[in-house]
């Protein structure tokens, strides 16, 4: 038995999170992008160090740590900037991520939690690519009920992300998360049934 590698992926407010939870409480082992990033951009870290150097002591806050809200106003309007932060931080992600599947056991799944997967073309690095899919109406409600956005700044984030289209067509597999929470958890199981056979 091999270890399977599978990149999971959505649309913000599609509902990946839940899935990624449910994949973990099957037993996969979970690494998650959003939060090695945060951990290789911590206080001492080589990563912290890199991008002070690039953009300057003002993009640290008073506790020493990373000022994101102040570094995303310099980079999310300048693609230059942008580029540069991405070439200093995915690297570090991919390693950290890379060191968390190496220490998983042989026949584990290992769900990697990937946001941008579709947006910075990683589906060729997984064995299976699983996509949380909602509709686009679906999603709007979500992040404004839920997540208390405003309509504006739902469709913007949505709109700065890869379009339902582009991350299907990538898919191997498609989790419907149209409907209530407790359709999601049948669907999650059958997929890990699956995963764990297919090795």
């Known amino acids: 038995m091999t270890r399977v590698k599978v990149g999971l992926t959505g649309g913000i407010g599609a509902g990946k999170s839940e899935v990624s939870r449910l994949f973990a409480e099957c037993g996969a082992v979970i690494v998650d992008a959003d939060r090695i ?5 911590a206080p001492g870290t080589e990563g912290l160090r890199a ?13 020493g740590t990373l000022d994101r809200a102040r570094l995303g106003s310099l980079v999310f309007s300048d693609t230059e900037r942008l580029a540069a932060l991405n070439a200093l931080v995915h690297p570090l992600v991919a390693r950290r991520s890379a060191e968390l599947e190496q220490a998983a056991d042989r026949d584990a799944v290992v769900v990697h939690d990937v946001p941008l997967l579709v947006e910075n ?7 299976r690519v699983v996509v949380v899919d909602a509709s686009p109406a679906t999603q709007l ?3 404004t009920r839920l997540r208390g956005m405003s309509e ?5 984030r949505m709109a700065a992300q890869a379009d339902r289209a582009e991350r299907l067509a990538v898919a191997d597999v498609v989790i419907d998360n149209d409907g209530p929470l407790e359709a999601l958890e ?8 699956e995963l764990r056979g297919g090795k």
């Open 152 to 156: 504006s700044e739902a469709r913007s």
């Open 141 to 143: 409600d979500r992040l």
């Open 51 to 63: 991008i002070v150097a690039e953009f300057g002591e003002e993009i640290l806050a008073r506790d």
């Open 121 to 127: 073309g990683l589906a060729p690095l997984y064995d």
């Open 37 to 41: 990033a945060r951990e290789v951009v």
């Open 186 to 193: 049948p669907q999650v199981r059958e997929v890990w049934e």
